[in-house]
Every structure is written in structure tokens, then in C-alpha cells.
Nanobody, 124 residues
Framework: VQLQASGGGLVQAGGSLRLSCAAS????????VGWFRQAPGKEREFVAS????????SYQESVKGRFTISRDNAKNTVYLQMNNLEPEDTAVYYC??????????????????WGQGTQVTVSS
């Protein structure tokens, strides 16, 4: 499966962005999908993930209440709505997929399937 992330950009603190992760080559059926991010000089970290079925989600504590992950299986796309952005959210954001049980939202950072990143920059 090939993943294409888009939607990044420059936004002021308090603003919003919506990232998209579109799959090609095969459908996202059977995959848990996650978003990770990597800021300069830091390790890549988990942000949010969503199960294949049932809409079960998981979030990093620092983005709870501000970010919402969703998926449209008919469009083969997963979204990350990011509201009330903070300068600390500045990073390259990556989407990733992993085969998991249908209702499991957990995704490992060791998965082999990653999209290219999209830059999110939040100015103060």
C-alpha cells in the first residue's frame, strides 16, 4: 500500500489544519491507521490512531481534545483534524498503517508502511 499525506502548512497558534492520508495500490481495509510526528532533533512520536472498524481511536495525551482522527473507508482516506494548534505541534507529520484486528486502534511505530511526511509549522 502506498500512502500520501497532505494538508500541512504554516498556521498561527490557535489555528487549525486538516491532514489527509490517502492510500493507493490497495484499500485501507484491514489496516489500523495512525499519525506520527517528528520535530527537529526529537524522536518520532505517536499522535493518534484509528481502528479499521468501529471507529475506535487512540491519542497522545498532549493532543487529546484538540486533534480528531477519522477515516472514510469509501474514499480510502484518513484525516487528522488539528484545532487549537500550539507551537509545540510543529513537526513533520507522517501517516502509517498496520494490519491489526478490526477493532484495535493500537499501532506500532515499527510498522513497515509509512507515507511521506507533511510539514506542519505553528507560529507563536
Amino acid at each position: 500500500v502506498q500512502l500520501q499525506a497532505s494538508g500541512g502548512g504554516l498556521v498561527q497558534a490557535g489555528g487549525s489544519l486538516r491532514l489527509s492520508c490517502a492510500a493507493s495500490g490497495r484499500t485501507l481495509s484491514g489496516y489500523t491507521v495512525g499519525w506520527f510526528r517528528q520535530a527537529p532533533g526529537k524522536e518520532r512520536e505517536f499522535v493518534a490512531s484509528i481502528s479499521w472498524l468501529g471507529g475506535k481511536t487512540s491519542y497522545q495525551e498532549s493532543v487529546k481534545g484538540r486533534f480528531t482522527i477519522s477515516r472514510d473507508n469509501a474514499k480510502n482516506t484518513v484525516y487528522l483534524q488539528m484545532n487549537n494548534l500550539e507551537p509545540e505541534d510543529t513537526a513533520v507529520y507522517y501517516c502509517a498503517v498496520e494490519v491489526r484486528d478490526p477493532f484495535v486502534a493500537t499501532i506500532s511505530s515499527l510498522t513497515d508502511y509509512w507515507g511521506q511526511g507533511t510539514q506542519v509549522t505553528v507560529s507563536s
